[in-house]
């Protein structure tokens, strides 16, 4: 039950990682919004992938 918990708040996290990325790309640095977005995706994806193995779908030693 507390990995779906963490989970969503892995996921909360990177939609708002996402949007703020999203938005200095594009209001900031005046960047196209087809490549902030792509941008903004690809590092929202990664911390999500970071954050999920090592916090959510922490990896037991053996």
Known sequence: ???IFKYGIIGALTT???IFIYFILRSV???N???SSIIAWI???IFSFFA???FVFEKKKN
């Open 29 to 31: 640095l005046n960047l």
């Open 16 to 18: 708002f990682l996402n």
């Open 43 to 45: 590092l929202a994806l």
């Open 1 to 3: 039950m507390i990995e």
């Open 52 to 54: 999920n193995r090592n």
């Open 33 to 35: 919004y087809i490549l």
